[in-house]
Nanobody, 126 residues
Framework: QVQLVESGGGLVQTGGSLTLSCAASGRTFRAYGMGWFRQAPGKEREFVAA????????YYADSVKGRFTISRDNAKNTVYLHMSSLKLEDTAVYYC???????????????????WGQGTQVTVSS
């Protein structure tokens, strides 16, 4: 069992930066691939970024590539999402998730994930 708690959301102006954290409970954190997803009002939940258990592979949605960076610290049971050059369309609730899949490419798909956090709101204003 893995419990995930996101933090770091808030209000930021366009062009600004924000770093989200996701703290995981459980000693098996290092066994899970981790992902960030987001859901804007009236829209479907969408993939943002993912990282394999070792941190050796990362994946990004085209909409955030070059602006967002996912990383993890297995010693701290934490995964991060550093967001820069934020745009109005980045406004959403951001969720972290953990997946036990051994196929890295599957990390782009929401239904692969076993555990989800409660989400943290990110609001980008002009």
């Amino acid at each position: 069992q893995v419990q995930l708690v996101e933090s770091g959301g808030g209000l930021v102006q366009t062009g600004g930066s924000l770093t989200l954290s996701c703290a995981a409970s459980g000693r098996t954190f290092r066994a899970y691939g981790m992902g960030w997803f987001r859901q804007a009002p009236g829209k479907e939940r969408e993939f943002v970024a993912a990282i394999t258990w070792s941190g050796g592979n990362t994946y990004y949605a085209d909409s955030v590539k070059g602006r967002f960076t996912i990383s993890r610290d297995n010693a701290k049971n934490t995964v991060y999402l550093h967001m820069s050059s934020l745009k109005l369309e980045d406004t959403a609730v951001y969720y972290c998730a953990a997946a036990s899949t051994v196929v890295p490419a599957f990390l782009l798909t929401a239904n692969v994930y076993d555990y989800w956090g409660q989400g943290t709101q990110v609001t980008v204003s002009s």
